[in-house]
């Protein structure tokens, strides 16, 4: 890693890094959003944010790239809460009156695989695409989702068996 490199605030993490990710990072903030290609945007570019100015800190515990999606994961968490609360107290104020409401664009490949995936409940589809789609170790997604390694283990297995008995049951 280059001294020029690296990030002032973040000296462990360097822009280079952060740009062979990029993709993979995008990808996640769209899975986390509901393939918004907006709402992926702004969460990445926040990411950054937080990782430029030091209030993201890498200390190396983990690879840069668990670390990175890790953040990406509890900006969209954040976000989300603040939303569910904003629309808890618009119901009550204002009953009655629905949001317009965005359904989301679904990959055209594969499209029995997908709806089978989508179908997981949320913690089993978070490691199937991690693992699978993001080309990370049990491990690393357990991290990156906030749980233990035994934990992602279990949620991987029993992920795998559902997918496998929805696919079968499909043909």
């Known amino acids: 890693m280059r001294d020029s490199d690296v990030l002032v605030n973040n000296p462990h993490v360097s822009r ?47 690879s840069l790239k668990t670390f990175v999606f890790a953040v990406v994961q509890n900006l969209s968490r954040n976000r989300y809460r603040r939303l569910a609360a904003r629309m808890r107290l ?23 695989l997908w709806n089978a995936v989508q179908a997981l409940p949320a913690r089993q589809r978070d490691i199937v695409e991690l693992v699978f789609c993001r080309d990370m170790t049990i491990e690393e997604a357990s991290a990156v989702m906030g749980v233990t390694t035994g934990t992602g283990r279990v949620h991987y297995d029993r992920a795998k068996k559902a997918l496998r008995g929805r696919l079968t049951n499909e043909q």
Not at 22 to 34: E, K, M, N, T
Not at 90 to 112: C, F, I, M, N, T
């Open 16 to 62: 280079s890094a952060l740009e062979a990710m990029h993709g993979q990072v995008f990808g996640w903030a769209l899975s986390r959003c509901d393939f918004d290609h907006a709402t992926a945007e702004d969460l990445v570019q926040q990411a950054y944010v937080e990782l430029l100015t030091g209030k993201a800190r890498f200390d190396g515990e983990s």
């Open 90 to 112: 618009l119901g009550k104020v204002a009953p009655g009156s629905d949001a317009d409401v965005v359904q989301a664009e679904e990959p055209g490949e594969h499209r029995e």
